[in-house]
């Protein structure tokens, strides 16, 4: 099983984050930097990971560089800033080894919370889910989460190609299209981010996925 943590001057989310995986649970953590300068770098290779510097700017370039260089056959994203619990890895997988194909630890779900949303990530969250839902057919509550788990074999047949943080939607609609793959949700508290900055701009982010979202239905 394999890790992947995109990375762009996040030394204080890492500095938690890392610890707390389990080096029982992944076979490998692989970590793409964008270009890091605050020592992120240095951090994950002091700590066993594996380093690869991102070559294409973007939050869907990081994951598709790096699912270049995995081996694992089941791949879980998880994010550097600290907004990621850990310690839900072996429940996702758990769940993926139920016969999912997608897994996603959802922020809304089982009474879980999100402490970092604000008012216009939160709205954000619910008009991309509910419209992802309403047009694909799916009964989900979080789809632009970006810890998630699935297997490599799966996403293969998806041809995924978003560059940026449109990434997480693209992905959930098309797991969502193919016909026979399965898709689940667990419920996932987020904790309010270590530090970094937010990379996520809203009405440019916004606007990306809508168009996104609006050709993956007409396609």
């Given at each position: 099983?394999?890790?992947?943590m ?11 984050v ?8 992944v ?19 002091e700590?066993?990971?594996?380093v ?6 973007g ?5 598709l ?13 998880i994010t ?7 310690e ?5 997988v ?7 194909d997608?897994?996603?630890a959802s ?20 008009l ?7 047009l694909?057919?799916?009964?989900l509550?979080?789809?632009l989460?970006g810890?998630?788990?699935y297997r490599?074999?799966s ?17 959930s609609i098309?797991?969502l299209?193919?016909e ?28 990306t996925?809508l168009k ?8």
């Amino acid at each position: 099983m394999t890790v992947i943590m995109p990375t762009l001057n996040e030394i204080d989310g890492v500095r938690v984050v890392l610890p707390k995986i389990d080096r029982r649970w992944v076979d490998e953590v692989i970590i793409t930097d964008g270009g890091s300068t605050d020592g992120t770098v240095e951090y994950c290779c002091e700590n066993n990971c594996r380093v690869y510097s991102q070559k294409k700017r973007g939050y869907g370039s990081a994951i598709l560089e790096a699912l270049e260089l995995a081996g694992g056959e089941i791949i879980v994203e998880i994010t550097a800033d600290g907004s990621s619990l850990p310690e839900k890895i072996p429940d996702l997988v758990a769940k993926i080894n139920e016969g999912y194909d997608l897994v996603l630890a959802s922020r809304y779900r089982d009474g879980a919370v999100s402490y970092d949303d604000d008012c216009i990530t939160g709205f954000g969250n619910w008009l991309f889910t509910t419209l992802t839902n309403l047009l694909f057919q799916g009964s989900l509550t979080d789809v632009l989460v970006g810890y998630r788990a699935y297997r490599r074999k799966s996403l293969d047949a998806l041809h995924l190609d978003a560059p940026g943080l449109e990434w997480v939607s693209q992905s959930s609609i098309r797991f969502l299209k193919k016909e026979g793959f399965r898709v689940a949700e667990i419920g996932a508290d987020e904790p309010k981010r270590i530090g970094g900055q937010r990379k996520m701009i809203p009405i440019r982010t916004g606007w990306t996925i809508l168009k996104l979202t609006l050709r993956e239905y007409l396609t």
